[in-house]
DNA sequence: AAAGTGACAATTA
DNA sequence: CTAATTGCCACTT
């Protein structure tokens, strides 16, 4: 049997992330949850920020506050609060 | 390896 | 209601 990758917590996050459903949204306490890290909703944000993967949907990712947080692609870009607003997210 | 960083969260004022 | 503070965890350098 093949022995199990032990995905370090960043690829756990990027996994959850990339597994968001259009029109949906989850929290940063909810994915570190997820990976089994609870609390370590800081740690997540910190991945998403340093993370390169445009596989992961990261605007789909808000705060526990209802708020949407940060996001890189400000740079020219919009606001996560666009994207999720087309995506079927009202807030 | 150690120190610093930050896209958060909860509490207090 | 908003602003400021503290605690927390994993990543980056």
């Known amino acids: ?3 199990p990758p032990a995905l370090s917590f960043k690829e ?3 996994k959850i992330v990339r597994s968001i459903p259009s029109g949906s949204v989850m929290t940063y306490s909810e994915v570190a949850h997820r990976t089994g890290r609870p609390g370590a909703s800081r740690a997540v944000g910190t991945i998403m920020s340093r993370n390169k993967d445009k596989n992961v949907p990261c605007h789909r990712v808000i705060r526990s506050d ?3 947080g940060g996001y890189n692609g400000l740079r020219g870009g919009k606001s996560k609060i ?10």
């Open 82 to 91: 666009e994207l999720l607003r087309k995506e079927g997210y009202l807030f």
């Open 1 to 3: 049997m093949i022995t």
């Open 12 to 14: 756990i996050v990027k």
């Open 66 to 68: 209802g708020k949407v």
